[in-house]
């Protein structure tokens, strides 16, 4: 960790011990240290892109900067919690050649309903409503920065389906987690929802 290792390493000396899910808790740190990391990345790039192009053709928005850089924010921290766990730099990617298809679940809520009859329903709800949850804000957030209604729910519920579905890939051949039709359905739910948001709470 670049920013974060000091903070990390007094909460692992008090809690390592104590929490059971602690490997959780370090996941957590790590992916908002790199999200850090590559928003400071990001920042570098949209100010060279303001500086060779933006005063030619574009108008600066104050508003429009800051909800494209919550959204980048978000994108990020997505990423590194779903697909690059224990991936810091590109070049630390290891493409896995020997992925078999029978690995992907295909059959819709088959592993939801495993989850429901075992004996801790905690891991049902997380993977249930965490993925929805997750998506949410890809739905409000995206037609905010698209400000353009038309056809606006079908794009928006569309590209959250191909989000859900290149982490679902990306999670497969890089062998970063499991690869779930269920996934992509309550991503896609979330997607919705977010939308939905997005048109109760926008001025029309």
């Not at 570098?44 to 053709?57: A, C, E, N």
């Not at 905010?144 to 056809?151: A, E, G």
Request: charged fraction near 15%.
């Amino acid at each position: 960790m670049i920013f974060l290792n000091p903070l990390y390493q007094q909460v692992a000396q008090t809690y390592a011990t104590r929490i059971n899910h602690f490997p959780l808790i370090r996941l957590i740190f790590y992916s908002l240290d790199k999200t850090l990391f590559y928003f400071l990345v990001y920042c570098v790039l949209r100010g060279l892109w303001w500086i060779i192009r933006g005063r030619q053709k574009h108008a600066f928005s104050f508003k429009h900067e800051l909800l494209l850089a919550v959204f980048v924010i978000y994108l990020l921290l997505l990423f590194t919690l779903t697909v690059f766990r224990g991936i810091y730099f590109p070049w630390q990617i290891d493409w896995s050649q020997h992925q078999q298809l029978w690995q992907i679940n295909t059959i819709p809520l088959r592993e939801t309903l495993k989850l429901w009859q075992g004996k801790s329903k905690l891991d049902f709800f997380y993977n249930l409503f965490g993925n929805i949850v997750w998506f949410v804000p890809f739905g409000f957030l995206f037609p905010r920065l698209k400000q353009d209604k038309r056809r606006g729910a079908i794009q928006t519920i569309f590209l959250g389906a191909c989000l859900s579905l290149s982490i679902e890939t990306l999670q497969f051949f890089i062998n970063t987690g499991v690869a779930d039709v269920d996934d992509l359905i309550f991503n896609t739910i979330g997607a919705a929802v977010g939308y939905w948001l997005y048109r109760k709470f926008s001025k029309k």
